[in-house]
T-cell receptor, first 110, second 114 residues
Framework: SQQGEEDPQALSIQEGENATMNCSYKTSINNLQWYRQNSGRGLVHLILIRSNEREKHSGRLRVTLDTSKKSSSLLITASRAADTASYFCATERTGNQFYFGTGTSLTVIP | KAGVTQTPRYLIKTRGQQVTLSCSPISGHRSVSWYQQTPGQGLQFLFEYFSETQRNKGNFPGRFSGRQFSNSRSEMNVSTLELGDSALYLC?????????????FGPGTRLTVT
């Protein structure tokens, strides 16, 4: 079974707008990571946030983590057409297994 | 450094056959994980190898197996293929140092079972 659930499943925005996607998980975690996947290809690591962190930034990406609500959000600011991809959250629990969510499909319209 | 490579990239097999997929991790990475990705089930963890030992295993039948060699290259094998095994198989390597580590994914092997 999957650990994470992303919301929304699909998102379509205009270039320049911000995109926000959410991830909820079920059990306690060591850290949470976000990955991007372009159509049918491998995943690319975007950002890692540890369980004792609340917010992290990397370029146009901002990730928040609320362990009390077991949720995380990924914000992409000033989106570009090249950001069109599927985005997955992955949680790592004790035992070093990664559990991936179902993904959010983001389409950025030029 | 060269990225994670997977061979072959595409494969077509018939039911009942077996298949072996190969993964070469990033130089220096000792951990290799395998995932199955399908539209219905998403990304599911198959197993992880570290220093030639299987350290974690997902909830897949025994038809799915793997191994890791001394140079960290890994192979996974699926025996008695079923139609439901059609998927993108992704390999990921990691240095696995410290308390948190990211995974580096290969481009995947697209397996079609007919």
């Amino acid at each position: 079974s999957q650990q994470g659930e992303e919301d929304p499943q699909a998102l379509s925005i205009q270039e320049g707008e911000n995109a926000t996607m959410n991830c909820s998980y079920k059990t306690s975690i060591n850290n949470l990571q976000w990955y991007r996947q372009n159509s049918g290809r491998g995943l690319v690591h975007l950002i890692l946030i540890r369980s004792n962190e609340r917010e992290k930034h990397s370029g146009r990406l901002r990730v928040t983590l609320d362990t009390s609500k077991k949720s995380s959000s990924l914000l992409i600011t000033a989106s570009r057409a090249a950001d069109t991809a599927s985005y997955f959250c992955a949680t790592e629990r004790t035992g070093n297994q990664f559990y991936f969510g179902t993904g959010t499909s983001l389409t950025v319209i030029p | 450094k060269a990225g994670v490579t997977q061979t072959p990239r595409y494969l077509i097999k018939t039911r009942g056959q077996q298949v072996t997929l190969s993964c070469s991790p990033i130089s220096g990475h000792r951990s290799v994980s395998w995932y199955q990705q399908t539209p219905g089930q998403g990304l599911q963890f198959l197993f992880e190898y570290f220093s030639e030992t299987q350290r974690n295993k997902g909830n897949f039948p025994g038809r799915f197996s793997g191994r890791q060699f001394s140079n960290s290259r890994s192979e996974m094998n699926v025996s008695t293929l079923e139609l439901g095994d059609s998927a993108l198989y992704l390999c990921a390597s990691s240095p696995r140092t410290g308390t948190a580590y990211e995974q580096y994914f290969g481009p995947g092997t697209r397996l079609t079972v007919t």
